[in-house]
């Protein structure tokens, strides 16, 4: 299975700053040209909401405040700048194959 | 618009089989995998499984061979989880989600007795 290793556990950014989300897999998740990586935020009662898709591609409606980038094993998601109501969970899942192992999360707090 | 309405909390015994439902709409069901996704209280996401509906081919995790079977029913456009012998160690939220995009509500398990 793909380990999905996320970090920090935790990250405190002040309103208006730049927040670093870093997924590492134990191996590759790169097919036919493609990253298939994904980035969820999730915050406490409601389900998680897909951001990111296939490491950087701006899911409808989210705003360009989030980006996602990165290749193979290393990953990153951006928040730049943080808001209030970015205050949440975020995940990462790979599906290059199964099972589509997520990331332990992120938890993003304002400092 | 894509909806996943899913079946409302479920408090069972330990050992009672259980059956959670995930209706589908505003898509076509045949064409997209459905996932299932497992949250313990307070820890993080955890797949499950997958199912095609169009032929219900199925792939699980293998932590969860044991534990969770995976249907469909496409006359009412309806994906089904049934978990067997659950214990407490099984309470826990359940989501069923399209592919990446689109999720259920989640459904709350609670194994007591």
């Known amino acids: 299975d793909i380990v999905l290793t996320q970090s920090p556990a935790t990250l405190a950014v002040s309103l208006g700053q730049r927040a670093t989300i870093s997924c590492r897999a134990s191996?590759?998740?790169?097919?036919?040209?493609?990253?298939?990586m994904h980035w969820y935020q999730q915050k406490p009662g409601q389900p998680p909401k897909l951001l990111i898709y296939?490491?950087?591609n701006l899911e409808s409606g989210i705003p360009a405040r989030f980006s996602g980038s990165g290749s193979r094993t290393d990953f990153t998601l951006t928040i730049n700048p943080v808001e209030a109501d970015d205050v949440a969970t975020y995940y990462c899942?790979?599906?290059?194959?199964?099972?589509?192992?997520f990331g332990g999360g992120t938890k993003l707090e304002i400092k | 618009q894509v909806q996943l309405q899913q079946s409302g909390p479920q408090l069972v015994r330990p050992g009672a089989s259980v059956k959670i439902s995930c209706k589908a709409s505003?898509?076509?069901?045949?064409?997209?995998?459905m996932h299932w996704v497992r949250q313990r209280p307070g820890q993080g996401l955890e797949w499950i499984g997958m199912?095609?509906?169009?032929?219900?081919?199925?792939r699980l995790d293998q932590k969860f061979k044991d534990k969770a079977t995976l249907t469909v029913d496409k006359s009412s456009s309806t994906a089904y989880i049934q978990l067997s012998s659950p214990t407490s160690e099984d309470s826990a939220v359940y989501y069923c989600?399209?592919?990446?995009?689109?999720w259920g509500q989640g459904t709350t398990l609670t194994v007591s007795s």
């Open positions: 989600a399209r592919k990446t995009d689109y």
């Open positions: 505003g898509y076509s069901f045949t064409n997209y995998w």
């Open positions: 199912i095609d509906p169009s032929d219900s081919e199925t």
């Open positions: 191996e590759s998740v790169d097919s036919y040209g493609n990253s298939f």
């Open positions: 296939r490491a950087s």
């Open positions: 899942q790979q599906s290059n194959e199964d099972p589509y192992t």
